[in-house]
């Protein structure tokens, strides 16, 4: 023992005098845990988060890095932080052997730098024993009236002149009014829904500018697409007298839900002019309630207009369409009617005018399902239209429908997620409507005196 114990304490020293020493090779293995840092919308009163990457010397000697350096330097809109220093430049940092870092990033956006959004680069580059190796820097930003769980109690107007972020919720309370202008932009986080107990007024105009938008806040590539990407807005009980116009609702869980009887002479939802395209699960829902819809375009949604619990509903040249895709496919009739409640049912009165119902691509047959109680009034008017249907409708009157014919829209590709749901040149629903007090269309132009085309565009 006393022989072998000293050449223990020789083979001890030399391994541990050998993971002391560095590794110089070029081939030393260095795993950096990503690429790149692709950051979210990033408005400018909030920054960002902060996101990180590791970098891990995978030898079993240390390793030295000669520089981890953010190349936009002190003017990039990113700021480092590199094994606890915070420099745009941080040298000779060493890693123990089978050791790691971490390198955290932020980016904050100059509220000078204007109201468009905008692409922020910039890259990290490391190098190690001769190698360069980069990490690359993306975040898209803009200036933004920033809401976290906002409760407007008196009259407020909004303005086009900045995007409003919503985080938590925005709620309107009962006997209050929230005026949005033409143009406002509504950007709501994945967990802020709109909660309506007093009266929503979003008038915008027909150019697109002009428009007014509502879509969840994450806006880089492929969220911004998602469904079920914000819950949507919710009209309850005591709102009343709500109308929007020329709007755009994307990427809903539930786009707008209706509920209750209307507390004034006015429909409770006046819906005009306006887009609701990819909510998860519902488009436009109205229960017990009662909406005015004009001109609008209700596409690609999970069920795309859903009535229950009676009430009263009045649709005029409305196209209500889903083409199955990868985000929502079609399984459930784009238009479900029902006047049953959880104790019973209510009087129903509905008319369809000028309307078209289509899908496609899933496994539905009847685009139109009506569910009646004969246990309260239940009246429901199809007037002149396109639907696709398999089997005639019970318990409800259809005048001049055309069965199952193709409506001809313009584009539809799903790959691409294009669609284009106007009716081109030779469509059956051309000049097939009924002269109505409606003079224009989704897109503002003006109808003709005498026949009009079915859906929500007018071709001449």
Known sequence: MKKIFPLFL???????????????????????????????TVFTRVGSVTKSFKIINDNDRKLRL??????????????MNVDGTSAPEVNNIEIN?????????????DPAAGSLPFIISDS???DYNGNTRKVQLQAWGQNAHFLRGHEITSDETWNNDLPYVILDYLYVAEN??????KGCRVYMHANAPIIIDGTLEAIGDKDTVDRIKFQGDRLDLPYRDYPASWPGIYFRETSRDNIVQ????????????????????????????????????????????????????LSNCGRNVVLTAGGTYRFTHCTVVSISNNYVPHKEPVLSITNNTQTGAAALDASFTNCIFWGEGGLVENEALINRNAAAAFTV?????LWKLAAPLQGVTATSMLT??????????????YYDFRLKEGAPGLEAGRATSVNIDLDGKTRPVGLPDLGCFERR
Do not use: W
Request: proline share 1%; glycine share 6%; hydrophobic share 40%.
């Open 124 to 126: 990290i580059q490391i």
């Open 10 to 40: 020789l083979l001890f020293a030399f391994a541990a005098c050998r993971k002391d020493s560095f590794i110089t090779s070029g081939d030393a293995r260095v795993t950096i845990t990503t690429d790149s840092l692709k950051y979210d």
């Open 97 to 109: 052997a089978n050791d790691s870092i971490y390198v955290f990033v932020q980016v904050n956006v």
């Open 66 to 79: 000669n520089s981890v350096k953010l190349m936009g330097g002190t003017t990039s809109a990113f700021k």
């Open 404 to 417: 199952t014919q193709d409506p001809g829209f313009e584009t539809i590709n799903s790959q691409e997620r």
């Open 176 to 181: 209050v009014k929230l005026k949005m202008n």
């Open 246 to 297: 020329y709007a755009s609702i994307r990427h809903a869980y539930q786009a707008i839900v209706v509920q209750g009887a209307s507390l004034s002479a006015q429909p409770k939802l006046r819906l005009y002019e306006s887009v609701i395209d990819n909510a998860y699960d519902i488009g436009l829902a109205g229960s017990g309630s009662s909406i005015e819809a004009r001109n609008c375009l």
């Open 381 to 385: 008017n199809f007037d002149h239209g």
